[in-house]
């Protein structure tokens, strides 16, 4: 999966996605990603992006133009682009899991006071990671990413890695415990040290059940 971000700020990016899981997807061609700045794509020698809104109002609004320049410079035929803002669909896994797919996505973060209505018209999907406000689009950007890359095969050492976890069931994931077996007078389940796989499978799913119950009700409505 290739993935462009177009940024006002590219630094905000830096070491982000040099670590972890993200950069051995890099480091095995299974991600690519590259940051633009989206002042390159101006005509005017101040490399403006901003403008006031018509119809007054405080802040700025982006610029129409050098976004309409910068996807039209980086999207090809199979490509998606992706707004991230306040207004859009909320990000969950099943998104995470269709925008996996993707073989090119185009990211454009938003600042300031919005951008252009107009550019809407280029846009794939508008994505929003919850029900707040973020001062840019740079860190939803970043969370969409880590979601979604750790979604595409091959990136993860266990292939069932995402099988199991919250929110891939519609569930929250079972309670995990590792060595030892007794810490601080605290034990670990005797189902799970008994190597009955079979009855440990159905307390995981008792688990994950009652772990959704108390603490994400909704879920169980969906």
């Not at 940024?7 to 990016?13: E, I, Q, R, S, V």
């Not at 306040?86 to 995470?96: S, T, W």
């Not at 840019?136 to 199991?164: F, K, Q, T, W």
Request: aromatic residues 6%; charged residues 30%.
């Amino acid at each position: 999966m290739k993935i462009d971000i177009v940024t006002l700020f590219p630094g905000m990016f830096d070491g982000v996605f040099s670590d972890s899981i993200i950069k051995r997807a890099r480091e095995k061609k299974l991600l690519e990603i590259k940051i633009h700045n989206l002042r390159d794509y101006t005509l005017d020698k101040h490399k403006k992006v901003d403008d006031r809104p018509y119809g007054g109002g405080p802040g700025m609004v982006i610029m129409a133009e050098p976004v309409f320049r910068a996807v039209e410079a980086l999207a090809k035929k199979d490509s998606k682009v992706i707004l991230l803002t306040p207004q859009g669909k909320k990000l969950n896994q099943k998104l995470a899991e269709k925008i996996s797919g993707y073989k090119h996505a185009i990211l454009l973060c938003g600042h300031y006071e919005g951008i252009d209505e107009r550019v809407k018209a280029v846009v794939t999907d508008e994505i929003s990671i919850g029900d707040y406000v973020l001062t840019c689009g740079e860190i939803p950007a970043m969370a969409l990413i880590d979601c979604v890359a750790r979604l595409i095969p091959g990136v993860l050492g266990d292939s069932e890695s995402n099988l199991d976890e919250s929110f891939s069931s519609g569930l929250l994931e079972y309670p995990q415990y590792t060595r030892p077996p007794v810490y601080k007078a605290m034990s670990v389940p005797d189902i799970l040290l008994s190597g009955n796989h079979k009855e440990i499978e159905k307390w995981r799913k008792r688990q994950s059940l009652a772990k959704t119950i108390k603490h994400r009700p909704d879920l169980l409505k969906k």
